[in-house]
């Protein structure tokens, strides 16, 4: 006669708690229904931010984000549009984040963009059938020349999408604008600060009030030595600030800005050497105070 052993009720009662409905992995909430209960209305990374704050233009028939905080306290001077380097998100940490709160106090409702996507990264890599063979030359560029990153076709390719890009992000955001009256700035950092200047200077968009460029470049070097003759050109007021920590190009080119842009006198265009690093949050605090003082003056002049 087989012997039964009897199973223990504590073993019993896990068994039936295991394969109960609600512990059924697939009863368990999805991750792709809680992120689309938010629906459209803000993209889901800014949605830790305040949502009066997070807004979506159309720019090349997708949304992007743009972030708006209003003015505070009793002037209402206008409205600064920051740009980050390129590539960044609207809430990028840093020198434009705290300007986008900080000139909120002085009268300046901030509009911070999205700014245009940065080149992606070379590649260098090489097909086997493309592979020299023995004795032949095997370097396309003379000796002490560095190979480009991208062919002239590349870089004019992926120039003018940039372009276009930050061209409709202004159209764009001129109704988010229109609600703060009065004059206009344009905040700038890096990569994006070159390309600003250099629509200005061929008056594909429309000119602000004035104009704040942070570390101005372009990595190709010859379109940087340009930089500064399109920058004197520009007819609108210029604060250029150079920090020591900015990218080698614009350090390389800021005597040469300041030189040829000076010449239409301070009202028109001032260069500030900062004496502290970006990464360090005291510099912001520095860039501020220049900010606010310039576009007083601007403001003040009319």
């Excluded at 039936?16 to 059924?24: G, I, N, Q, T, W």
């Excluded at 703060?180 to 390309?195: C, E, F, H, N, T």
């Excluded at 005597?255 to 005291?282: C, F, I, K, M």
Aim: aromatic share 6%; net charge negative; glycine share 8%.
């Amino acid at each position: 006669m087989p012997e039964y052993r009897s199973i223990p009720v504590g073993l019993l009662l896990l068994l039936s708690l295991a394969f109960s409905p609600e512990c059924r992995p697939q009863d368990a909430p999805q991750p792709q229904a809680a992120a689309a209960t938010g629906g459209d209305k803000q993209p889901p990374r800014l949605g830790y931010l305040p949502a009066a704050e997070i807004g979506q233009i159309r720019v090349e028939d997708e949304s992007v984000g743009v972030l708006t905080r209003p003015w505070q306290g009793e002037q209402h001077l206008g409205a600064a549009l920051l740009l980050a380097d390129l590539g960044s998100p609207p809430d990028a940490p840093g020198l434009i984040d705290f300007l986008r709160h900080g000139l909120n106090p002085a009268g300046w409702a901030s509009i911070s963009l999205t700014p245009p996507r940065a080149r992606a990264a070379p590649n260098f890599a090489t097909a086997a059938t493309e592979i020299s063979k023995a004795g032949e030359a095997q370097l396309s560029y003379a000796a002490g020349h560095a190979t480009p990153k991208y062919s002239q076709e590349q870089d004019s390719q992926h120039k003018t999408a940039q372009e276009n890009f930050l061209q409709q992000t202004l159209t764009g955001v001129d109704a988010l604008s229109a609600a703060y009256p009065g004059k206009r700035l344009v905040i700038a950092d890096g990569q994006s600060a070159a390309l600003v200047i250099a629509l200005l200077q061929q008056q594909q968009i429309p000119a602000p009030d004035m104009l704040v460029v942070i570390n101005p470049f372009i990595e190709d070097a010859a379109q940087n030595q340009a930089l500064a003759a399109q920058l004197a050109s520009i007819t609108i007021p210029v604060l250029d600030l150079q920090s020591p920590d900015g990218h080698p190009a614009s350090r390389l080119t800021a005597l040469q800005r300041h030189t040829q842009a000076s010449v239409h006198g301070p009202g028109r265009y001032r260069q500030q050497t900062l004496a502290l690093d970006l990464r360090q949050a005291t510099a912001w605090q520095e860039c501020l105070q220049q900010i606010k003082g310039f576009a007083y003056l601007i403001t003040r002049q009319g």
